[in-house]
């Protein structure tokens, strides 16, 4: 079975069978008008936030 492989194609720890996640901060930092809430959400004072 090797014969049919790269050797730089082999990989130990997983990461050739499963995509990373998507977090919530991937989703929040991709997206110019998420950053525009949420940077005028954190120029807001405590109060304001609650």
């Known amino acids: ?4 492989t ?6 130990e ?4 069978i ?4 998507t977090t919530a901060f991937d989703k929040l930092f ?3 008008e ?6 005028k959400f954190c120029s807001r004072d405590e109060t304001e936030q609650r």
Do not use: H, Q, V, Y
């Open 34 to 39: 998420n950053m525009r809430l949420w940077n």
């Open 30 to 32: 991709n997206d110019k």
């Open 1 to 4: 079975m090797l014969s049919f």
């Open 13 to 16: 720890d997983g990461s050739d």
């Open 6 to 11: 790269d050797l730089e194609d082999i990989c």
């Open 18 to 21: 499963a995509t990373p996640p």
